[in-house]
Every structure is written in structure tokens, then in C-alpha cells.
Nanobody, 115 residues
Framework: QVQLVESGGGLVQAGGSLRLSCVAHRIYVGINVRGWYRQTPGNERELVAVITRDGATNYADSVKGRFTISGDNAENTVALQMNSLKPEDTAVYYC?????????WGQGTQVTVSS
């Protein structure tokens, strides 16, 4: 059974940094996109950043210049370095892998930024 395990969330003051990590277990072939999404209560889950197998990246406008996504194809991992955090970045963050047309989600990790 495929499992995505996230780590690295927590509480940080505004201006601080956090690094989120996600590892995918039992996905053996065909990963072509990895990404991070976030969700706040009452709102839709939104894209934060994605990276393709070839290393192309795309970011939400709200995080450009502050967040950096990276991925390791061999290790089936994806990470999100978050700098200059703002209170509005507070959310549950989810990693997502897409492989052979199927999407897999992590369980979510809480990020809270205090002002």
C-alpha cells in the first residue's frame, strides 16, 4: 500500500523558517510530479509549489521568492524550504505525488506562524 509520510511542521514566529519533508513508500515507477498544497479551515486546498521529474518548478504567487521546492527522484522524496514565513502561511500542508495518472496524498502537517 502506498504511503506518503510528511514531517517538519510546527510553530514558528513570523520571519522564521521551516522545512517540510515527504517520503513516498511503495511507489516504484512513474512518479512525474510532486507537490505541496495547503488548506485552512473552510477553504479549498490550494497549490503551494510543484516540481516535475525533470526539475521544472511552479509556485503560487504568494510564496514566490520565499519558498523553495526540491525533489529527489531516487529517494522518492520532496521537500519544501519555507523562509520569511508570514501568519497567512498558517495552514495544514499536504504533499502529493502523481504516478501513472494516480494521485497520492500525505496525511498533512500543521504549520503555524505567529505574529
Amino acid at each position: 500500500q502506498v504511503q506518503l509520510v510528511e514531517s517538519g511542521g510546527g510553530l514558528v514566529q513570523a520571519g522564521g523558517s521551516l522545512r517540510l519533508s515527504c517520503v513516498a513508500h511503495r511507489i516504484y515507477v512513474g512518479i512525474n510530479v510532486r507537490g505541496w498544497y495547503r488548506q485552512t479551515p473552510g477553504n479549498e486546498r490550494e497549490l503551494v509549489a510543484v516540481i516535475t521529474r525533470d526539475g521544472a518548478t511552479n509556485y503560487a504567487d504568494s510564496v514566490k521568492g520565499r519558498f523553495t521546492i526540491s525533489g529527489d527522484n531516487a529517494e522518492n522524496t520532496v521537500a519544501l524550504q519555507m523562509n520569511s514565513l508570514k501568519p497567512e502561511d498558517t495552514a495544514v500542508y499536504y504533499c502529493k505525488f502523481r504516478a501513472l495518472g494516480i494521485e497520492y496524498w500525505g496525511q498533512g502537517t500543521q504549520v503555524t506562524v505567529s505574529s
